[in-house]
């Protein structure tokens, strides 16, 4: 059973800055897909009640080990190409290793796990850098392979 103030916590107000803008921005490119990790009783809550599982259309996988289920999330959401957004660098690189070229790491510095020095060292960088997540809407996608044109 989960406590009441986890219940009713206001995730909404804990979004970062510009994030429904971003996953609206990224709709031109294709469609947006929250894949994440954590208690599968919890986790739902949170991408509920934080607003992200509207602004995706419900286009949310939730696994104990996202970096697992490649296979997975391609039966569910198949595609040319693929862009992972994580502020934890092992978990990119982990999903790079199984996608290779058909996957685009991004790595905002941004949130707990990206200010960790031990989380940087760890692993390879990421394609792509951003101070925040709400730099997103600054990206050309279009150049990935795979992308279509947005329009």
Same mark, same amino acid.
């Given at each position: @059973?989960?406590?009441?103030?986890? !219940? $009713?916590? &206001?995730? !909404?107000?804990?979004? *970062? =800055?510009?994030?429904l ?7 031109? %490119?294709?469609?947006?897909? +929250?894949? /994440?990790d ?5 986790? &739902? ?7 992200? %599982?509207?602004a995706v259309?419900?286009r949310?996988? +939730?696994?104990?080990? #996202? ?14 190409? *693929?862009? @992972? ?6 978990? =990119? !690189?982990? @999903?790079?290793?199984? %996608?290779? $070229?058909?996957?685009? /790491? ?7 796990y990206?200010?960790?020095? !031990? ?10 850098? +951003? ?15 795979? /992308? &279509? #044109?947005?329009?």
């Amino acid at each position: @059973m989960m406590p009441s103030f986890l !219940a $009713d916590y &206001p995730f !909404a107000q804990r979004l *970062y =800055p510009g994030a429904l803008s971003v996953l609206a921005h990224l709709r031109r %490119w294709g469609p947006t897909v +929250i894949l /994440t990790d954590g208690d599968v009783v919890f986790q &739902p809550r949170k991408v509920q009640r934080s607003g992200l %599982w509207d602004a995706v259309d419900g286009r949310v996988l +939730i696994y104990l080990h #996202k970096e697992q289920m490649l296979e997975a999330v391609e039966q569910c959401y198949p595609a040319r190409h *693929y862009v @992972m957004v994580d502020d934890k660098r092992r978990i =990119p !690189a982990a @999903m790079k290793q199984g %996608w290779g $070229d058909r996957l685009t /790491t991004v790595f905002p510095r941004q949130g707990h796990y990206a200010l960790d020095a !031990a989380n940087i060292a760890a692993c390879p960088s990421a394609d792509i850098t +951003i101070e925040r997540i709400g730099a997103l809407t600054d990206v050309d996608f279009s150049t990935l392979r795979g /992308t &279509p #044109k947005a329009g």
